[in-house]
């Protein structure tokens, strides 16, 4: 045994020797590399020292397993063994530090060297930029000067995205631990990155001053085309303006009025252009445009011009209008009159809403065409005080205007006739439709909770019916919650049928079905909380009887695998137990009594499973008969065996 011993001990000590020699043999770089690619490939390289660094860890658990085995064998080397595990084990832990070291180190190397290489890329980026920066170029006509600011508008977009990445490379900075290292801790340390950063800040000012000014060229281009178009306008019209041409009679002077009545609605409109022009200039002014005085001269010279068309279209208005004073009134006469037949052609219609949205949509609709009334309404006031007035000042006119008047009056009272009739019935398609919907709703509502409260399941045991039960529960409070709205439908129903609806008989159809069903749904949940109720009282019942045969039937196997006792002390020590055991069948019988009252009661209640509850009571009594007359014969076996 001694020489195994030293055998043992030695081969040991040479292995671990061995193992220590291998681990201190392992050399890491310290080469960090000097760009991404560098230090990716020094990394791909540590990795592949991991496979060895692993194998050695493996190899040294095994050294220390069989050094850890001598020991417990009692090996008379026990501390040498000892001391030798510690230092393997610490050689190994040192190899792992360096290792996780010199990993770390070339993670941290990867980041500096990717942020030099991003801010390497963003400096070569600013350079290309600053080279299309401001220009004294700014454009020598409206279209020159756009495509100029869209230019530049899109290289300032360029400059300000490169905010982002100016943002991405501080971050970069500070995660690097080279800058975080620096000198001065106090302050959040700067990276190659912020002259860059200050470069592409001075790049955005001079292109925003640059874009400033071609706002300002561009603002004068404009200025000076809106003025041109005007003075090519007021040139076209001015003849029409100052025509000379008054008519000769009452059809010439119709024709002349709608020519010149045409003409100044469009001067009239043309009015707004001319405010924009002189807005346009004030505003300039304002602001104190660099060629303010060249823009006040424009409008200067646009306004004179103004004037002048404004005042030869008054006087020509003037002669006209003096002509065709009754014809005019004839024609907003007729405008007024057709305006209501087109509303009357829609109030008569017949027709009804199949949908509730359809409905609402013609009741819209409706409520649209009733605000239309209102300018209607106006303008027979209009036309009513404008034949006052003409029948005052021409009575040869005063019959025609009169019977006119008259026309337009009585229009006016049939299209008033035709919308009462017309909102009365849209109202009530709208409530038959409405009606309608909710009673879908209902009845759509009452279709999916009464399979629920319908389910044959009644569970298995006692933990799935009580699961039941509480859902049950839960349909009933939903029920509850949902008969506010089965009664409003009922309620709303029942109110159209006493205001006489003209769908009298679907809607009492309606009703009797809505009513049918609701009370199909409260029964069938009555009717399945019943049979979940007995579900857990024949539940509780089975689990107990199954726990009462149980027993009887670990007993009785006791009873009939104990053996009589070869001795007489045996034998008394078992009727001992035996005894004891005899005591123990009172308070259990008292239980299977007990149970045997729950099925009667149960059976006497109706209960759905009364059958196999009787079979289960029958059973039980029987099981504990024979416990009781296998514990009688046992315990007379053990007296006539002592």
């Known amino acids: 045994r001694g020489l195994e011993d030293s055998k043992a001990l030695q081969q040991l000590l040479k292995d671990i020797r061995d193992e220590q020699a291998g681990i201190q043999g392992v050399a890491l770089s310290t080469d960090r590399g000097d760009s991404v690619t560098e230090v990716l490939g020094l990394q791909r390289a540590h990795q592949g020292i991991q496979a060895d660094v692993d194998s050695s860890a493996k190899r040294v658990q095994a050294l220390l397993q069989r050094g850890s085995e001598l020991q417990e064998q009692g090996h008379y080397a026990a501390e040498e063994i000892e001391g030798a595990n510690r230092a393997l084990t610490k050689d190994l832990d040192e190899l792992k530090e360096s290792f996780e070291e010199r990993q770390d180190d070339l993670a941290e190397s990867l980041k500096e060297q990717q942020y030099h290489a991003d801010v390497k890329e963003m ?16 454009g020598p006509d409206e279209e020159a000067t756009l495509a100029l600011q869209k230019k530049h508008e899109s290289l300032l977009k360029d400059l300000e995205a490169l905010k982002s990445t100016m943002k991405k490379l501080e971050e970069q900075s500070k995660a690097c631990k080279a800058f975080q290292d620096a000198p001065d801790s106090s302050t959040v340390p700067d990276g190659p990155h912020t002259v860059l950063d200050h470069s592409l800040v001075a790049g955005i000012l001079r292109q925003q001053q640059y874009m400033l000014e071609l706002a300002k060229k561009e603002q004068k281009h404009k200025f000076a085309k809106m003025v041109d178009a005007e003075k090519e306008w007021i040139a076209e019209k001015m003849p029409i303006a100052s025509s000379d041409k008054f008519g000769t009679d009452l059809e010439n002077a119709e024709e002349l009025k709608a020519e010149h009545s045409s003409f100044s609605t469009e001067l009239a409109a043309r009015q707004v252009k001319m405010d924009d022009v002189w807005s346009r200039c004030s505003k300039l002014w304002d602001d104190e445009h660099p060629e303010r005085e060249a823009i006040k001269e424009l409008a200067a010279e646009l306004d004179t011009l103004w004037k002048e068309i404004l005042e030869a279209g008054d006087k020509r208005t003037k002669l006209l209008g003096e002509a065709i004073e009754v014809h005019s009134f004839n024609k907003s006469a007729d405008e007024v009159m057709s305006w209501m037949a087109e509303k009357a052609a829609v109030l008569s219609a017949e027709d009804v809403a199949s949908t509730l949205s359809d409905a609402e949509a013609m ?275 053990l007296t006539e065996s002592l």
Request: net charge negative; with cysteine; glycine share 4%.
């Open 363 to 637: 009741k819209r609709n409706h409520e649209t065409l009733l605000s239309d009334l209102t300018p209607i309404e106006e303008k027979v006031k209009t036309v009513d005080t404008e034949a006052r007035r003409l029948t005052d000042a021409y009575e040869s006119y005063a019959v025609a205007v009169k019977e006119k008047n008259d026309a337009v009056k009585q229009s006016l009272e049939h299209l008033q006739m035709l919308a009462k009739n017309r909102g009365e019935k849209l109202s009530a398609s709208e409530q038959y439709e409405r009606l309608g919907a909710n009673y879908v709703d209902n009845m759509t509502w009452l279709a999916k909770i009464k399979p629920l409260v319908a389910s044959d399941d009644l569970g298995n045991s006692v933990e799935s019916v009580e699961v039941l039960l509480e859902t049950h529960k839960s349909y009933r409070g939903d029920i509850d919650s949902h008969e506010a709205s089965v009664d409003q439908v009922l309620a709303f129903g029942q109110q159209l049928l006493d205001n006489e609806h003209y769908e009298k008989a679907s809607i009492t159809e309606k009703l009797a079905a809505l009513r049918a069903e609701w009370k199909a749904v409260n029964e069938a949940w009555t009717t399945r909380k019943s049979l979940l109720d007995q579900s857990l009282q024949l539940q509780l019942y089975q689990r107990d009887v199954g726990l009462a045969n149980q027993w009887i039937s670990q007993k009785s196997a006791w009873m009939a695998t104990e053996s009589l006792g070869d001795s007489i002390d045996e034998v008394k020590v078992l009727m001992k137990t035996q005894e004891d055991f005899g005591k123990s069948l009172v308070p259990q019988e008292e239980k299977v009594s007990a149970l045997a009252e729950t099925a009667s009661k149960l059976i006497s209640e109706n209960h759905y499973s009364a059958s196999s509850i009787k079979e289960d009571r029958e059973a039980l009594d029987q099981s504990w008969k024979d416990l009781k007359a296998q514990h009688d014969k046992r315990t007379g076996l």
């Open 123 to 138: 400096e070569m980026l600013l350079k290309e930029k600053e080279l299309l920066i401001a220009c004294d170029n700014h």
